[in-house]
């Protein structure tokens, strides 16, 4: 046993001694193998050993290619922040500019930037682009990018002046900084510039570039690129433009705030004059060609602010924005908007609220007001935001939350009868109800006693909608009547906004009432659901929209989906019948048209700070808001004195001489169609309005349309380029 042990270690032995053996032979071959190849690679450097001056010049080629790759990978770190800002998309424009067409085509106004990238550089002037290279960029067709002879002669100017008197940043640099960077005075934004404008030359031919700088520089006016400068300084096309106003053009380049014609006069000449000489010393003309130009220096329209309909204008144009933020129009930015716009309603709508206000305001102690005139479908004919934009741009009729009082009133019967638990035949009583310690009063302070549904809605009877809400809420098993109001409520809230009510709405008992917040163009458009027969009328800007040339891009009836119905036809004929006795045996009688069929609701908010009238025929809606910017009490007034009166003003004119459609459910009295057209076209009583009528205003605005198509196609291309260029709790609210 033990000789068998033995025997084992010691094959276990020569085995470990057997490896080292093998590995210490290997290593010592690899050794001499590596000494031998590096004897060879000594002795075949040892060959390229130079001395004397080729010593000399191998070394300065050995530390120059270290600092090379040095220099490169600096280089390159410094590149990669300005090619991260040289986005693709940024070479597409993203200027948002909008021209406002109203329904019959006329321009209206503009927001947003102008601007006007419809034209190939072909069509410019050569006298124009001579300008513009003389004065920013002559050797422009010449260099990479970077016009090294021109900064170096810029930098030699600047130090002789001691100061900087001379730019020396070519035209591709000066479109790398507006396309991608800011006006920061920092070796890091030129370096960036510098970057830049080589991936610029690298990407686009020279003439692209070129376009790009002509299309995107500011000039001044909000004006983006030369196409939208001689529109807005001299009421032309850029093709058109004389050589003294393309001299003046390109001098807006340099400092378009200091040298704006609109601005300046006597400093945009003398900077015309400027550009004059550039181009003679540039050789692009002889001092004769310029002469004139001297002698007969360019003269601007007259830019004086136009009458315009600033708040329509401000919320078409955030509508648009919001069509393009939602995607529907595409990489589009410089647009051509046709709206619903009709300036004849627009003017006697400023003039209706106005007078009124002069008139009355006083005694009332009211200030303010704000209207929206809609077609049933949503389309917005005219905004009143205010009595005076000049001396507030803020926005009445879309950005003030108010409270409805009575004109709540309704969307809760909406809800009820929704429910299936009332018709406008429906017996109701007038007593009193509360909820907690809450109890609404009337505004005789007194009750009523029984009478039918429609009734209580022409009286706007404060107690029948609090009744409603509670028994919305018992309909659906709860029996315990606070409980019960607050199930109610909640469904009445959502009625509003399957209407078209979208600012937020306060859960308070007082809710059912007017308590909560809302904006004149939402209840504009709450009502447009009774008019329309139930479907949601979403408030709209845009009937089509097209792009820079001219193609469209959006279409409103394409575009967006169909109106849900979002009352049954039944409950919205039937809240037309209730309604309609409104404006002839209710609160709204100052409101009842002659001749034409009308329903409506008033709306006293409690205190008299707010008073409405919501009211719509078969062809238009209008909402009608007066009362106090700080929220003070007036004199007593309700909805059925100021906002009525209003209403009708506007209304009464709105509706002649047009064919009258009837509201759905509602049968119109024998004649009514016929009256309108009578007074419409009765001379006397156009004469003592002292307005046109409105088949008289469509007419004009038909033969001017005529007139102007007789200058096509150069009115085609003007066309095309107008678009390149919460309530406390326990707050009792009355009628």
């Keep these: 046993m033990e000789f068998r042990k033995a025997r084992w270690t010691t094959r276990l032995k020569r085995l470990a001694l057997g490896v080292d053996a093998w590995i210490g032979a290997s290593l010592y071959a690899a ?30 080629a050995s530390e120059g290619l270290n600092v090379g790759i040095a220099g490169a990978i600096v280089m390159l770190m410094l590149a990669i922040p300005s090619f991260q800002e040289g986005r693709e998309e940024a070479l597409k424009n993203q200027v948002f500019a909008v021209t406002f067409l109203d329904r019959y085509g006329s321009e209206i106004g503009h927001r947003g930037a102008r601007h006007d990238d ?61 396309l991608f960077l800011n006006n920061e005075r920092s070796l890091d934004r030129k370096i960036k510039e510098a970057f830049l404008s080589l991936w610029l030359e690298h990407r686009l031919t020279k003439n692209e570039i070129l376009k790009l700088y002509l299309d995107r520089a500011y000039m001044g006016g909000g004006t983006f690129g030369v196409a939208a400068a001689a529109d807005y300084y001299f009421g032309k096309s850029v093709k058109d433009v004389s050589l003294a106003e393309a001299a003046m053009l390109a001098g807006l380049f340099k400092a378009p705030s200091k040298f704006a014609p609109h601005v300046n006069l006597p400093a945009a000449r003398a900077r015309a004059n400027d550009v004059l000489n550039a181009m003679v010393d540039a050789g692009f003309m002889t001092a004769g060609q310029v002469d004139s130009a001297k002698r007969n220096p360019a003269t601007p329209i007259d830019r004086r602010r136009d009458s315009n309909p600033d708040y329509y204008l401000d919320w078409a144009f955030d509508e648009t924005r919001r069509l393009a933020e939602d995607g529907k129009l595409g990489p ?17 709508a400023d003039e209706a609220v106005e007078s009124i206000l002069r008139q009355h305001g006083p005694a009332y102690r009211a200030k303010q007001a704000a209207a929206v005139i809609m077609d049933p479908d949503g389309a917005v004919r005219a905004i009143v935001g205010g009595r005076d934009y000049g001396a507030s741009q803020f926005n009445r009729a879309t950005a003030s939350l108010r409270q409805p009082g009575s004109s709540f009133k309704p969307y809760v019967y909406a809800a009820a009868m929704s429910a299936g638990l009332y018709k406008p035949t429906t017996v109701v009583t007038d007593r009193p109800v509360c909820i907690g310690n809450w109890c609404p009063n009337n505004y005789g ?20 909608p609090v009744q409603m809400s509670i028994a919305i809420g018992k309909a659906t098993g709860e029996t315990h009547e606070a409980r019960a109001a607050r199930i109610g409520r909640t469904k009445i809230v959502e009625t509003c906004r399957a209407m078209g009510l979208t600012t937020p709405l306060i859960d308070t008992v007082s809710l059912p009432i007017g308590a909560a ?15 329309n027969g139930g479907k949601r009328a979403k408030p709209y800007a845009a009937f089509d929209i097209r792009n820079s040339a001219g193609e469209e891009i959006y279409r409103h009836d394409r575009d967006e989906p169909a109106p849900a119905q979002v009352l049954s036809t039944q409950v919205a004929f039937e809240m037309n019948q209730m309604l309609s006795t409104v404006p002839t045996a209710g609160t709204g009688r100052r409101a009842a048209l002659d001749g034409v069929v009308s329903a409506g609701k ?28 700080d929220s003070s009490e007036t004199n007593n007034m309700t909805g059925g004195s100021l906002p009525a009166m209003t209403w009708k003003e506007i209304m009464g004119f709105a509706h002649q001489g047009i ?23 009765d001379p006397a009583a156009g004469a003592s309005a002292g307005h046109m009528s409105r088949k008289s205003f469509e007419v004009l605005s038909a033969v001017g349309t005529m007139f102007k198509s007789v200058e096509a196609p150069r009115a085609a291309r003007a066309s095309i380029q107008a678009g390149i260029r919460g309530a406390p709790t326990g707050l009792s609210v009355i009628r």
């Design 332 to 348: 589009e930015r410089v647009l051509t908007v046709k709206t619903p716009y009709d300036p004849a309603i627009q003017k006697r």
């Design 118 to 178: 419809s034209l190939k550089l072909e069509e410019f002037p050569d006298h124009l682009l001579k300008a513009v290279l003389a004065t920013e960029d002559r050797r422009f067709y010449d260099h990479f990018g970077i016009d090294v002879f021109g900064t170096f002669r810029a930098l030699t100017v600047n130090a002789r002046a001691s100061g900087v008197v001379q730019g020396g940043s070519s035209l591709t640099q000066q479109l790398a900084k507006n």
């Design 659 to 681: 064919e009258l459609k009837p509201i759905p459910g509602v049968t119109p009295q024998p004649g009514d169609a016929k009256t309108v057209v009578a007074k419409a076209s």
């Design 602 to 629: 008033t709306g006293t908010t409690n205190g008299y700070k707010d008073a409405w009238y919501v009211g719509y025929t078969g062809n238009l809606v209008g909402a009608i808001w007066f009362g106090n910017d």
């Design 517 to 531: 917040e809302v904006t004149v163009i939402e209840q504009a458009a709450g009502y447009a659901v009774f008019a």
């Design 31 to 60: 050794g001499h193998r590596a000494g031998e190849v590096y004897e060879r690679i000594r002795s075949a450097t040892d060959r390229l050993t130079v001395s004397g001056p080729k010593r000399l010049a191998a070394e300065f």
């Design 445 to 464: 302070r007194s009750y009523a006693g029984s009478m039918p549904l429609t009734v209580a809605l022409a009286k706007s009877i404060n107690t029948i």
